[in-house]
């Protein structure tokens, strides 16, 4: 036994995140963390990792109780933390992030970058990522960050290694990397606390799981010891039936249609990022868009809302009518409107509360003569935060203060309250919950079969397989194959995906 919590408890001005949590992890397994989104995972963990501090409860490292004032003496016990959202600063070369704050230093006092960049480099070889340690962390994909955090928490001679979520940003391919990372740790004796959302994960690497609902421990057992659906009913409190399927739409008139189009790569015009790229959705229809991370799926959609209006060409009809839009402003006007993948960036006002946020695109609903109609604004969103089960305490909080998973809800509401005619998606179940992610579903089904048209952009192939009425995937900018529903196959989706190697 490594590291023991006891009677964890932890409240916010009006929140109860923890009461009376516990939790025991042992050397070389891995421990998974479940719950619905707002349950208290993240509050739990920051709790054992030093960054917040308990109301009440213990903290035992090999039965010795310890206290952590900040991040700095858990990472000096062993206790390694690799947040939700990644903590890298960007600008910083891999090595420098590695060693932040703790350089190796010359005999004169300076930085030894040579000493630093070679035990980076050492570092990332084990982790099998051949990079060279000098490029900047912004430079590298979501799943090579991941990896660099690793390296970081290894560095530390972590025992015990803490994941909020590592697998909600990654391909597929780099879930099978980091899943031998994860397999070799255990083998090296090290604990790993997991947190996700994606259950089908769980038969692969946990060894232990413990269930939190409402900030409240629930259950902990041997991983192999209960059944998924077991599992889903203690997380939600009653059964769900396990398989959603959306039953598929009769074609209909035609809402977009996309011809050619392409977007030139930022820094060199002769190269694209987007290229000749042609579909058509249908009113009624779920397009699925799948492709592995850098196919230029979003920047597809960032294309057609208008936001890359110097770098585009192409033809792109709306409901017939030819249009173009060099503004987000004129394709939400239009009813065409993109909820983006990375809420910290573009989906979100973290300072703004959950009903300004979430009216924010709608305001000519909410707005009258000028004035915020309060009332309307609270019917039009308390509906979605209903819908969408928000876990908020109320509409006037702000964003900040909500969980991972909520904050992307928020983002999802403000879209739907527009009454779009064509809704563009970028990963809208990122690491929401199971319910949740059923509602999601749900409430696509009954936008579509209202006449709206959706393009799903999404990694998660069983979601794509379950919801879409044709896929398109993409690889490397283009478009490389087309399926109706009754036709796509996870392995012919992941066979035009991957880039040929004659490239
Ligand atoms: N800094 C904070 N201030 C106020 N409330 C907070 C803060 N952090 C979390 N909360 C609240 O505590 C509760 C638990 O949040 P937490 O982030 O731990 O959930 P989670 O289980 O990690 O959810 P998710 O799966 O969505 O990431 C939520 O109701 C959240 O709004
Ligand atoms: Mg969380």
Redesign the pocket.
Known sequence: MVLEAKGISKS????K??DDVRLTVRAGRLHALL??????????I?ILAGVFAPDAGEVLLDGRPVVFRNPGQARDAGIAIIH?ELNLVPQLSVAQNIYLGREPLTRTGLTDDGRMNREAGAWLHRLKLEIDPRTPVGRLRVGQQQVVEIAKALSLNARVIIM??PTSAITEQEVAVLFQLIAQLKQDGVAIIY?T?KLDELSAIADDLTV?RD?RFIDSRPAREISRDEIVRLMVGRSLSDLYGRKGSEPREEVLRVEDLSLAQAERASEFVVRNVSFQLHCGEVLGLFGLMGAGRTELLETLFGLHPLRSSGRVYLAGQPVWFDSPRRAIDAGLVLAPEDRKREGLLLSLSVAANASLACLEQTERFGLLNASREAELVGQFVQRLRI???SLG?LT?????????KVVLAKWLTTRPRVLLLDEPTR???IAAKREIYELIDELVAGGLGVVLVSSELSELLAVADRIVVMCEGRKTAEFPRAQATGEKILKAALPTSAD
């Open positions: 916010f001005p009006g929140v995140a923890l719950g619905e989104n707002g349950a208290g995972k993240s509050t739990f920051n939700q909020d979520e947190i959302h939190l900030g876990k908020t305490p909080r900040r203060f909500l969980s991972g998973g909520n904050q992307q690491g929401i919950d």
